[in-house]
């Protein structure tokens, strides 16, 4: 047993020679003094020799495997050392462009959400925000949503279970909370847009669960649903560098009245050159969102007299025209978080 030892001392030194990297060592070294390595295997036959030999053969045993361990150390410092002269004795061409990090891209909503802020900022609208939490007043009772009635059931609700200040909380179902927002304890004139994630118990193709929407909102003296038509036709040329029809559908909101769907001419159409248009489907509108003339309720809700001022509003899905500017098939590809999708677009 003590020839095997030291034959195996000598197979485990020839090896260690040509040993390159340090996972090679570690390999080196299991199979050797591992769990299950040759050397190991040798102390398991230690019960069946005598008590003198046990002695003998132990304290080889213990002389042979410190030598393999010193051994592997000092390989492992060599190879160590080694690879470390290596990285400091490289040389680096200094006139050689720097290695630029992987440039990443907007989301396709944050463009198009960036553009319509821009163009409405250029014609003239302030900017609103309100919280993703909002008081259920705000959302549905000052928008004229009557107690348990089915309008409520329009948009399916996220109810937030925190009754904080004793008030009742929601995910807002839709940017509408922001003209409250906008017109409690202030005077007209009012011209604001307000952007943001809404959210809602849907899910498909075409419905998310949390989507984004634009609110559009102008009060003022004299304002009429001729005002939020031609405004419309002016924030399309704005928008797509051509004045686009403009089409008013009557609708039901219970904040508005009278409440329309707002449609635009397709700008693609064009691109159709005959043949049937991909993005309207042929049928020459593309639908934008709900529209139409503030209720008398909403402005008494907020201290607003509906003697003295009107107003229009309008609230746009940004998601879908994200679908339609992009050709974007599926709505849940955009909140996947799969960056090969997000490669596809540039801002
Ligand atoms: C509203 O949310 C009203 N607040 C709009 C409004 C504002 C009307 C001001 C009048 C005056 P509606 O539920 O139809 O309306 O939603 C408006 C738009 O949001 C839809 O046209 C659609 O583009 C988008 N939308 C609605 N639900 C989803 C959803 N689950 N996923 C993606 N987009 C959605």
């Given amino acids: 047993m003590l020839d095997t030892l030291e034959a195996e001392k000598e197979r485990f030194l020839a090896a260690l020679k040509g040993v390159e990297g340090e996972e090679a060592l570690y390999q080196l070294q299991v199979s050797f003094v591992g769990k299950k390595g040759s050397i190991t ?23 042979v495997k410190g030598e393999i361990q010193a051994a592997l150390d000092g390989r492992r410092d060599e190879l160590r050392d080694a690879a470390r002269a290596r990285d400091l004795g490289r040389v680096e061409d200094l ?27 250029r014609m003239g609208f302030d900017v609103a925000e309100g919280p993703h939490i909002e008081h259920a007043n705000y959302n549905f009772d000052a ?40 017109m409690l304890g202030r005077t007209p004139p009012v011209r604001i847009i307000a952007p943001g994630t809404v959210f809602r118990c849907d899910d498909d193709a075409t419905h998310s669960p949390m989507f984004h929407q634009i609110e559009g909102l102008f009060v003022d003296r004299g304002v009429t649903m001729a005002d939020l038509k031609a405004t419309m036709i002016q924030f399309t040329a704005a928008f797509f560098g051509r004045a686009l029809d403009i089409r008013l559908r009557p609708s039901y909101f219970p904040f508005v009245e009278p409440g329309a769907e707002l449609d635009m001419q397709c700008p693609f159409c064009e691109r159709a050159k005959g043949s049937v248009c991909s993005v309207c489907k042929g049928a020459g509108w593309i639908e934008l969102g709900g529209s139409g003339m503030v209720h008398p309720a909403v402005f008494e809700a907020v201290g607003v007299d509906p003697e003295v ?3 229009w509003a309008f609230g746009f899905g940004i998601d879908r025209m994200a679908m339609l500017m992009y050709q974007i098939p599926d709505l849940r590809q955009m909140f996947d978080g799969d960056v090969r999708f997000l490669r596809g677009f540039s801002n």
């Fill in 309 to 311: 001022y009107t107003g």
């Fill in 95 to 121: 006139t050689m462009p720097p290695k630029r990090p992987p440039r990443g891209s907007l989301h396709p909503i944050t463009i198009a959400q960036r553009a319509l802020i821009d163009t409405f900022r």
């Fill in 41 to 63: 295997g040798l102390s398991k036959k230690l019960g069946k020799l005598s008590v003198d030999e046990r002695k003998a053969f132990g304290k080889e045993l213990n002389r």
């Fill in 143 to 182: 928008l004229n949503f009557q107690p348990d009635h089915p309008a409520r059931d329009m948009q399916d609700t996220f109810v937030v279970d925190d009754r904080r200040g004793g008030e009742d909380l929601v995910l807002r179902t839709h940017t509408s909370p922001v003209q409250i927002r906008s």
